[in-house]
Structure formats: structure tokens, C-alpha cells
């Protein structure tokens, strides 16, 4: 659905302001630079879908907005919501408008564990969840690791790097988080577009983890010993 001059004004005055309350939010991986690329997704997937872009846009602008404040009795998505809710009360909405982008807001969350009830919501889902893959992946990945107590963590497993004869655990081995999640998450799209951009983003992070597994069996890992489910790309 195409976005009318009105929306689009409201659309850009909306991200200057969530462009200004990232300004100072150290989380490299969750800034605006994140919420700038989902944004987008979000709009092309949109457009493929034939979702609502207006609700599309407004909640991907909105959906991290609750990480620059705290709140430990509520979740990121949840204090989003609240943001969300005081930022657009100078628009007056129709009320079925703002709920539908509160409601991509609060489902975006998957840990919350709340259904995505409304295609808009599951283009939000699908453009966050993007956003972990591929190369803007690969760097958010890294960047979320500078938060890390490292005297309990390992890059990967000593003796078996990429999971091939034990269960992942991306609790203690930093790389078993393609295992256990990023390899998965075309699996997890709620859109056939979403899926498609998943699947093409995915062999890129397999490209990485094949020339990772060569350079280790440079740098002196006899990976042959664990058999035939080392890591294979076209798995």
C-alpha cells in the first residue's frame, strides 16, 4: 500500500527524532544504524507483500526506540511501545493505525513470546531478523561481543570448532551462534520475501564459515579427525 505525503512527512519527522535519541546509545549493534537498515528492509519487503508501508515504516523507525532507556521489570519491546505511544500522540492516529504499529512493536520481540497477528508484524519480524544475516550480520555479530565477559568465553571450541560431534553452545563458544540461530533463521521468516532474502544472506555466512574452516586447518586444527560433519556449505 502506498504511503501517502502526509505519512511521508510524519515518517520523516518521526526518524529524525529516533535518529537524535540514538545519539549517544553506545550498543553498536542495536543503534540506528540497525533500526536505518531494518527500516528499509522492512519498506521492500512491504512492498513485495502488499503490507500497509505506512504501519510498516512507523513500527520499524519505532522498534528498538525502548533500548535507549532502562527498565529491568519490562522488556526492550516493551518500553518501544510505551516510547512509541507518547512520540505519536501529537499525530492522532486513528486508533486501529496506532494499535497495529504498538502491536509490530510488541511482536517483534520473539522472546516475549506474542504471535505476530497482522502482515505488517511479520514484515517488522522478517526485516529484524534480516538484519542478523549476511554481511550487516557478520558485523552486528561481532560488535555484540564487545559486551561479553570473555574469562568465560572461547572464539569456539578447542576441539571441535564448528559442532560437528557435540551439541552448540552459544553460551561459552562464540561461533556456535551460527549453529544454534543464524543458520536457522531462514526456517524462522514469516514471509515468502523475507525467506527468500534469508536464504541468500545465509550462503554468504556459510562462504564465511567454509573459509574460517580453512584458514583453521592452516593455523594447525586437524579438523579430519572429527569425520564427515565438519562444516559443509552446502549443508
Known amino acids: 500500500m502506498e504511503i501517502t505525503q502526509r505519512e ?26 540497525h533500526v536505518y537498515r531494518v527500516y528499509h528492509l522492512a519498506l521492500r519487503i512491504a512492498e513485495q507483500e502488499d503490507a500497509h508501508s505506512f504501519i510498516v515504516g512507523m513500527a520499524a523507525l519505532l522498534h528498538d526506540l525502548g533500548r535507549t532507556t532502562r527498565d529491568p521489570k519490562r522488556t526492550h519491546a516493551e518500553r518501544s511501545a510505551i516510547l512509541a505511544t507518547e512520540l505519536l500522540a501529537p499525530y492522532a492516529l486513528p486508533l486501529d493505525t496506532e494499535q497495529a504499529i504498538l502491536h509490530a512493536i510488541l511482536a517483534h520481540n520473539y522472546r516475549r513470546g506474542i504471535t505476530p497477528q497482522t502482515l505488517e508484524t511479520r514484515v517488522i519480524y522478517d526485516a529484524d531478523r534480516l538484519d542478523s544475516l549476511g554481511a550487516s550480520g557478520l558485523m552486528r555479530w561481532a560488535m555484540t561481543m564487545r559486551n561479553r565477559r570473555w574469562s568465560e568465553w572461547k572464539s569456539y571450541h578447542p576441539d571441535d570448532p564448528f ?6 553452545d552459544e553460551q561459552h563458544y562464540l ?9 536457522k533463521m531462514p526456517e524462522v521468516m514469516t514471509t515468502a520475501t523475507g525467506r527468500a532474502m534469508a536464504q541468500h544472506r545465509v550462503a554468504f555466512l556459510r562462504l564465511f564459515l567454509q573459509e574460517l574452516q580453512q ?14 560433519r565438519i562444516f559443509n556449505p552446502v549443508d
Open 8 to 33: 511521508t512527512a510524519m515518517l520523516a519527522e518521526v526518524s529524525m527524532e529516533v535518529q537524535a535519541r540514538f545519539a549517544d546509545f553506545t550498543d553498536l549493534a542495536h543503534g540506528w544504524e
Open 163 to 168: 559442532a560437528a560431534q557435540r551439541a552448540p
Open 215 to 228: 584458514e583453521l586447518v592452516e593455523g594447525g586444527y586437524n579438523l579430519a579427525e572429527l569425520g564427515d
Open 175 to 183: 561461533l556456535d551462534r551460527f549453529f544454534t540461530k543464524l543458520l
